[in-house]
T-cell receptor
Framework: NAGVTQTPKFQVLKTGQSMTLQCAQD?????MSWYRQDPGMGLRLIHYSVGAGITDQGEVPNGYNVSRSTTEDFPLRLLSAAPSQTSVYFCASSLRIKGGSTDTQYFGPGTRLTVL | DAKTTQPNSMESNEEEPVHLPCNHS???????IHWYRQLPSQGPEYVIH???SNVNNRMASLAIAEDRKSSTLILHRATLRDAAVYYCILSNSGGSNYKLTFGKGTLLTVNP
């Protein structure tokens, strides 16, 4: 298994540009999520999905859109990039265990985004 | 959400045990205690998790206080590769709450 993959690894945008960060997993995980990590900080949850067709907001959703049309893919869209969105973005997935403990979350390698 | 408190940084010597503490005095009865670590320039990776009993796996041990208000991640023999930020996180298994809230974690430095 490739696990969780993210593309691109690096991206530079100008203010106002739009782009989509890609995330894919091949482990048939129901749960997927996006985090951002600013320098010297922990990760903050942006959006998450508990299955295809179901998404919800996390702690810092403003400026980001998501959709989940398939189990495998969970893209994150920036509609109009702002310098405040300069960060490292991590995608994660986990096998949802109903009625049990939260399963292990597997993280991708991250996308380093700079908005000028 | 219940919060955790960890020291900002700790140092250890290679091949010595490391005890990373975490306080979570407002933990609820259904909160699981998770530990993740993040190596430099990488995404976080799972280390261990538990509910009430102490847990062991190939990476580490998790010791949970009897009142569950604190826990300790134990690395039995630190290696240089264990240098990372370690996050102690609580999550609630009830309902659909599978979100993890990361704090700043503990930066572990391992000296050769």
């Amino acid at each position: 298994n490739a696990g969780v993959t993210q593309t691109p690894k690096f991206q530079v945008l100008k203010t106002g540009q739009s782009m989509t960060l890609q995330c894919a997993q091949d482990m048939n995980h129901e749960y997927m999520s996006w985090y951002r990590q600013d320098p010297g900080m922990g990760l903050r949850l942006i959006h998450y999905s508990v299955g295809a067709g179901i998404t919800d907001q996390g702690e810092v959703p403003n400026g980001y859109n998501v959709s989940r049309s398939t189990t495998e893919d969970f893209p994150l869209r920036l509609l109009s990039a702002a310098p405040s969105q300069t960060s490292v973005y991590f995608c994660a997935s986990s096998l949802r265990i109903k009625g049990g403990s939260t399963d292990t979350q597997y993280f991708g390698p991250g996308t380093r985004l700079t908005v000028l | 959400d219940a919060k955790t408190t960890q020291p900002n940084s700790m140092e250890s010597n290679e091949e010595e045990p490391v005890h990373l503490p975490c306080n979570h005095s407002t933990i609820s009865g259904t909160d699981y205690i998770h530990w993740y670590r993040q190596l430099p320039s990488q995404g976080p990776e799972y280390v261990i998790h538990g509910l009430t009993s102490n847990v062991n796996n190939r990476m580490a041990s998790l010791a949970i206080a009897e009142d569950r208000k604190s826990s300790t991640l134990i690395l039995h023999r630190a290696t240089l590769r264990d240098a990372a930020v370690y996050y102690c996180i609580l999550s609630n298994s009830g309902g659909s709450n599978y979100k993890l809230t990361f704090g700043k974690g503990t930066l572990l430095t391992v000296n050769p």
